[in-house]
C-alpha cells in the first residue's frame, strides 16, 4: 500500500486521492477560489499550478482568496495565464503587481484581520473551492496544516468543496504548533480567552465537514524560501534607533527590559530592525506578529526570545534546512494561530504589542503610505499592518530617508496615498533617527519630523514647503497646489530634489 | 445642616466643600486637567467657568483633557481667555475651532477609545487635577457621574488631584445608570466580558481614592441642550437609503429585522438617519453607540428600541425635560459607560454593530474626511468615527452630496484629508443613493460612487477626472496635479463648479 495514505486517518476519505490534474479540472470559469498560503508558507501548490497549466488550452477566470501572498511562483504564473478576475487580501508579487497596475486584473487588498468575517457574514459570496495543504488529515476530520494557517480555517469552513493537499515533504514535526480557533458568528459570540502570546484556545486542526473534502492531492514540493536581504548602514542604523526608543520608554517606566510582545511587519527593513535586538540588553521577548521570519529563529538560538505566536514561518532556504532539521528546540516556543487570530484588533489591544511596520513614505504630519507609489501604482498592500498600527501599544513605522540614490524621499509633504493616520502612527523612524509624535498636535509633529527623519539633502525644502504652508494658515497647514508636487518633479524630472 | 451634605457619603469628605473659586486658585501654571463632560453632557461647570474667570486678572496655561467636546461654554471661555495649551482628544466649539486654525493652541484630536490607554500608559504624562461632575459620592467612596462617563474614570484613578462638582440639579435617579469597567493594566488583561449590548460588568460607581479628592464643590448648572436641526428633504433621503441598504442586507441573509447593534456618530444628518428608522418595519432595535441624541428617545417612546448602551446622554431642551420627568420609563434600557468600553476595538468587532458615521467629503475611490476642511482647517476631530468605522460589522458613512448651496461638492477626485481609508469605509450614502463598496477594487468603486451618491450637478467633472486618471494608470488611477484642484478652484473662485 501506499504508505503516504496513513496520512488520511479518515478511513472513508482514503478512495477519494485524486492527481492535481484532476482536481484541477473541477474548477470552473466564474468560480471562487480560498487557497491555504500566508507570505509563501504553506500554499497549496500542485492544484494552482495544474489550474494555471490549463489556460494554455482554455479561457477562463477564478477570483483567488488567500490567507496573504503566495510563494512557489502561483501569483506569478497566474498573471501570466491571465485567469484571475479578482484577487484578496495580499499580494507581493512583481508579474501580478504589473498587472493590477495595468488595470488587466482586479485586486482588492484588505486589513488581514476583516477577510474571515467578511466570508463568515457572507459579503464576499460564496467560496467554490478550498484548496488547503496539509501534513494530514486526523482520524477525527481534522486538516493538520503546514507552514501557515492564515484563512485556511474560514475557507475549509465555509467552501462549498475541499481539496487537500497532503504534503510529504513538510515536517511532520509541525503538528499540534496550530492552534485552531474560530470566533463564530457575531450572534452569542463569546470573547476571545486568550490572554497571554503562548495561550492555547482552539484545537490542533482545522475542523472540517469531511463529506465536503472532494479530493486529496499528494505532493512534496516546498515552500518557496524567502530573500534575506543583509542588513546595510541604513537598516543597521534604523535597528540602534529602535533600541535607543525602547530603552527611553523603560527609562520613562513604560516598559521593562522584557518589552511587550512585539509585532513585526513583513520586508527586508522590518527583518532587519528586529535583527538588532540579538545584541541587545533586552530578553525574556515575545512575538505576536504574522510571519516568523529568520529574525525570530535567530532570537531562539540566542536565547533572547521566550515565545512567538504567528500565523506563518516564512525562511530563508539555509534557515529552513536549520530550523526543520533541529525542530525540537523551536516547537515548544511557537504557535501558529488563523490571522483572524494573529491580528484580531481585540487580542492586540489586549496584550499591548510594540508594533514595528515599514513605510514607504510618510508626511510631514505622520500620515503613512505603505501601499501605493506615487499615490497610484499598488506595490503590495496593506496587509496587516493597519490591524497592529491601529491597536498597537506602540505603533512604530519604519523607512529609509531616501531610496532610488537619493531621488525620492521618504520623507514628503504629504503622503500619495493614506494608510495609516497621523492617529495610528506613534513613532517614526529612519536611519537620521525618530521622532516620537505621542500626544503631539500637527504643528508639533513637523519640526520634529523634518528635523529628525528626513534626509538632511531634503530638509531645506521641507522645512519651506512648511513655512509657506503656515501663512495659510489652518490646524494642519498645507499648501495644496503644491502638496503633490515633488511627486510630480519626480514624474518629470526623475527626482524628488529641487535643482 | 445644608442637606446637600447627604450626597456625600464619606463622612471624612464632608469638611471639604470649598467654592468654585477656591477649587479653581489651586491650579496653576503648566498643570493638566482632565474634566469630565462628554458631548456637552455631564460636563464639570463651575470649577472651570471659575478658573477662566482667574484670566481677567493672571496668565497661565494648562492642558485641558476631557471625554469629548464640552458644554455650557466652557471651551468657548477658555479659548477666549487663551488658557488652554493643549486640548485633547476632541472638541467642536466654533470659538475654539477658530483659535486652533490660527494655530493660538494646540489640540491634539484621539481616536476616543486612544485617551484612557495613554493615560494609565504614562503616555499623556500626569493630570494634576480631575474635575468630575457628579450626582453623588457612595459611603465606599464611588463618584456616582451624571450624564456622561467619558474619560472620568480614568482620570480620577490617575489623577494627582480630584475635585468633585456634585451637580444637585442632575437628576438623582441616573444613580444605577452607570456602568463601570477598568481593563487595567496591559500586563495580565483579561477578556472584557461585555458580549450584549445591556451587559452589566463593573461597578455602579467610580472607585476612587478617597484621600485624593481634595474638594468638593457643589453646583446647580443643567447640561447645555443640544441644537436639533430638523430633518430635511436631503437627510430624510439618506435615511431612507440607509433603509433600504438594510432591507437589501435582510434579503442577502446578513441581517434580520432585529439588525445588530447600532452605532451612530454625531451631527444632525446621522441623528436623521436614526430618526427614520421610527417610522420603519424594524423593532426591537439595540444601540452600542457613544452619545444618545434625542432620536435614541424617540425610539424608545415608538417601542422600536429594546437597549441603548452609550458613554453620554445629550438633548434637546424639550427631550430633556420630558425624559427625566418620566425616567422610570428609560432607566432600564440604557447604560452609559466610559468610553473606552463604548468604543472599544474588540467589542465593537465582537458585537459586529452597524455603524453610521459623517464625511465632510469622500474621494471616487471611498476614502473619507471627517475632520479637516479643505485639508487644513479643523472642524470638530476624528472622535469615536474611527474606532467604530474600523471595527464594525457594516461601517457607513452618510453626508449632503454637495452643501453650500452647491458650491462644495461632498464627492471629490481626492479628499483633502483622510480620516477612514477605503478599507473601512463599507457603504456610503448620499441623498441621491448608496454605494455598496465591500469586496470592491479601486477601479470598480469609482464608476459606482460617481453613479450613485455624486450630485449630478458634479458627475460630469467626476467621470472626466477619473477618465483622465485611466490614461495614467494605476491601481488606484489619479492626475496628482489635478487631485486638488476641486479645493483650489472653491479657495480662488468661491465654488468647485467648473464655469
Ligand atoms: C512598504 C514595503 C513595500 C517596504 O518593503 P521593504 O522590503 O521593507 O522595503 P524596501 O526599502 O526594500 O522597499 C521595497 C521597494 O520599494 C521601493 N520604495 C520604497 N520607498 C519608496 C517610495 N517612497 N517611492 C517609490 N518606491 C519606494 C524601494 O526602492 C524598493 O524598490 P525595489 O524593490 O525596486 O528595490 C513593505 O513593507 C510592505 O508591503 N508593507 C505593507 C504591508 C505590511 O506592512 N505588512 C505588515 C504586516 S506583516
Ligand atoms: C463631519 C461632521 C462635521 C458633520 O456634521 P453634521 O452636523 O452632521 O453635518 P453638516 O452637514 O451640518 O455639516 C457641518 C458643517 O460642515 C460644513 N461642511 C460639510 N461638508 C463640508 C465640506 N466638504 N467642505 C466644507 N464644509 C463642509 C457644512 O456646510 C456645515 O457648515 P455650517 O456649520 O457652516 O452650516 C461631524 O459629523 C463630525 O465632526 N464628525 C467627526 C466626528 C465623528 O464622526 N464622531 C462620530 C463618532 S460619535
Known amino acids: ?47 494552482p499550478l495544474a489550474l494555471a497549466k490549463r489556460a494554455e488550452k482554455e479561457t477562463f477566470k477564478v477570483n483567488v482568496y488567500t490567507g496573504a501572498s503566495l510563494g512557489s511562483n502561483i501569483d506569478t504564473v497566474f498573471a501570466q495565464a491571465g485567469i484571475v478576475n479578482k484577487r484578496l487580501p495580499f499580494q ?34 460564496p467560496v467554490d473551492f478550498a484548496i488547503i495543504e496539509a501534513i494530514s488529515i486526523t482520524k477525527d476530520g481534522m486538516i493538520i496544516p503546514t507552514t501557515s494557517v492564515g484563512n485556511s480555517p ?104 522584557k518589552l511587550a510582545p512585539i509585532q513585526s511587519g513583513v520586508g527586508s ?25 529568520d529574525a525570530v529563529f535567530d532570537l531562539i538560538d540566542a536565547d533572547k526570545l521566550r515565545f512567538a505566536s504567528g500565523s ?23 504557535v501558529l494561530r488563523p490571522q483572524e487570530i494573529t491580528n484580531h484588533p481585540g487580542i492586540i489591544r489586549r496584550l499591548g504589542l510594540i508594533a514595528v511596520n515599514t513605510a514607504l513614505e510618510f508626511d510631514i504630519y505622520g500620515n503613512v503610505n505603505s501601499t501605493h507609489v506615487s499615490g497610484t501604482k499598488m506595490m503590495n498592500g496593506i496587509g496587516g499592518s493597519g490591524d497592529f498600527a491601529r491597536n498597537s501599544r506602540l505603533s512604530i513605522f519604519v523607512t529609509k530617508a531616501t531610496v532610488k540614490d537619493g531621488k525620492i524621499s521618504s520623507v514628503v509633504p504629504f503622503v500619495s496615498h493614506v494608510d495609516h493616520t497621523e492617529h495610528d502612527v506613534h513613532v ?62 519626480l514624474a518629470e524630472e526623475g527626482s524628488m530634489r529641487e535643482q
Not at 312 to 334: C, H, P, R, W
Open 1 to 47: 500500500m501506499d504508505n503516504r495514505l496513513a496520512r488520511i486517518g479518515v478511513e472513508q476519505l482514503k478512495g477519494r486521492v485524486i492527481s492535481a490534474e484532476e482536481a484541477a479540472a473541477w474548477i470552473k470559469d466564474g468560480m471562487t477560489l480560498g487557497l491555504s498560503g500566508f507570505t509563501q508558507a504553506g500554499d497549496a501548490k500542485a492544484v
Open 312 to 334: 506563518a514561518i516564512t525562511l530563508s532556504k539555509e534557515k529552513m534546512a536549520q530550523v526543520y532539521s533541529n525542530f525540537g528546540k523551536y516547537e515548544d516556543k511557537i
Open 269 to 293: 527593513v522590518a527583518n532587519s530592525a528586529l535583527h538588532g535586538l540579538i545584541d541587545s540588553e533586552f530578553h525574556d521577548l515575545e512575538m505576536y506578529s504574522e510571519v516568523l521570519q
Open 154 to 257: 474560514i475557507f475549509a469552513q465555509y467552501a462549498k468543496n475541499v481539496i487537500v493537499e497532503i504534503n510529504t515533504e513538510q515536517p511532520e514535526r509541525l503538528y499540534r504548533l496550530h492552534d485552531i480557533y474560530d470566533t463564530g458568528k457575531h450572534e452569542g459570540r463569546l470573547p476571545i480567552p486568550l490572554t497571554h502570546v503562548a495561550d492555547r484556545i482552539g484545537t490542533t486542526g482545522i475542523p472540517v465537514d469531511v463529506e465536503k473534502i472532494r479530493g486529496i492531492v499528494f505532493t512534496d514540493q516546498i515552500d518557496s524560501p524567502s530573500m534575506i536581504v543583509p542588513p546595510d548602514s541604513e537598516t543597521e542604523a534604523i535597528a540602534s534607533h529602535l533600541l535607543e526608543l525602547m530603552r527611553s520608554e523603560i527609562r520613562a517606566g513604560r516598559l521593562t527590559e
Open 428 to 489: 517614526l523612524i529612519t536611519e537620521f533617527g525618530y521622532a516620537d509624535l505621542r500626544g503631539l498636535a500637527p504643528r508639533e509633529r513637523a519640526g520634529l519630523i523634518i528635523e529628525k527623519c528626513a534626509d538632511p539633502a531634503y530638509r531645506d525644502q521641507l522645512r519651506a514647503y512648511y513655512e509657506e504652508a503656515l501663512t495659510r494658515g489652518g490646524h494642519t497647514p498645507h499648501v495644496l497646489e503644491k502638496a503633490f508636487s515633488w511627486h510630480q518633479r
Open 92 to 125: 507581493s508579487d512583481p508579474v501580478m503587481r504589473r498587472k493590477i497596475n495595468e488595470g488587466a486584473m482586479l485586486y482588492t487588498d484588505h486589513h488581514l484581520s476583516h477577510t474571515a468575517e467578511w466570508i463568515r457574514d457572507g459579503v464576499l459570496g
